[in-house]
């Protein structure tokens, strides 16, 4: 049987290897896989002499922190994937600045006797379709005739006026369309197009925001469609 009667020969090479390194004040107290490799040499350098670490051990425990480290790095590959989406959709949103977008509304806002481009949207073909304009009140203030739309619909312009010929005053507005589909009385969907006043960076959500004509606000993400003007 073999003992160990003295360790003062480890213990001086165990002094000698042993470095102190100063935190990083900007590693957030995470360890690194420097900071693991020296923890693991710490270890075999302190480890009992008969009792050797068993090799699975070690295996195990490097295959873990790899394991982490690998997730950790596939993160921030995310991380900057994401910002580089951003900063492309961020690009994308100021070249709309000045153009006209279309959104899912039929309500908006509008100066005095603006013009106002919107879209019928219909899954059938329709006869007898009217588009109805009402001021807030709910007032028909305008009545459209379209006559018959084919299945998708169609664009149509509103000149601003009203029924006597006179601009309309400025104010929030809605787009009411009704027709017949298969010879019964329905509505049909109105969107209108909305002029890109501003972009908004980093909104509510971090969602880039579009700041319409009228006052209103849309996330990029709602866009239907993007017109020329």
Do not use: C, H
Request: proline content about 2%.
């Amino acid at each position: 049987m073999t003992t160990v009667s003295s360790t003062s020969t480890l213990d001086s090479m165990r002094w000698q290897n042993e470095e102190y390194k100063v935190a990083d004040e900007n590693d957030n107290g995470m360890l690194t896989q420097a900071d693991f490799f020296a923890l693991l040499t710490q270890e075999l350098a302190n480890q009992d002499p008969t009792k050797p670490v068993d090799n699975n051990e070690m295996i195990s425990q490097m295959t873990a922190f790899s394991t982490t480290d690998g997730v950790q790095q596939l993160n921030d590959s995310f991380t900057s994937f994401a910002s580089s989406m951003t900063s492309s959709q961020a690009l994308q949103a100021s070249s709309l600045v000045g153009r006209s977008v279309l959104v899912e509304d039929n309500v908006f806002g509008m100066a005095e006797g603006e013009p106002v481009k919107g879209k019928i949207v219909t899954d059938e073909s329709a006869s007898n379709v009217n588009i109805y304009v009402e001021n807030i009140a709910g007032e028909i203030i305008q009545t459209v005739p379209v006559g018959s739309l084919s299945e998708g619909g169609g664009t149509f312009t509103w000149d601003g006026q009203t029924s006597v010929g006179e601009a309309a005053p400025a104010g929030a507005y809605r787009f009411r369309i009704a027709g017949l589909v298969d010879g019964v009385a329905s509505e049909l969907q109105a969107m209108t197009y909305r002029k890109v006043d501003s972009v908004t960076l980093g909104g509510s959500g971090g969602n880039i925001v579009l700041n319409l004509n009228g006052g209103s606000a849309m996330n990029l993400s709602d866009v239907v469609e993007v017109s020329e003007g």
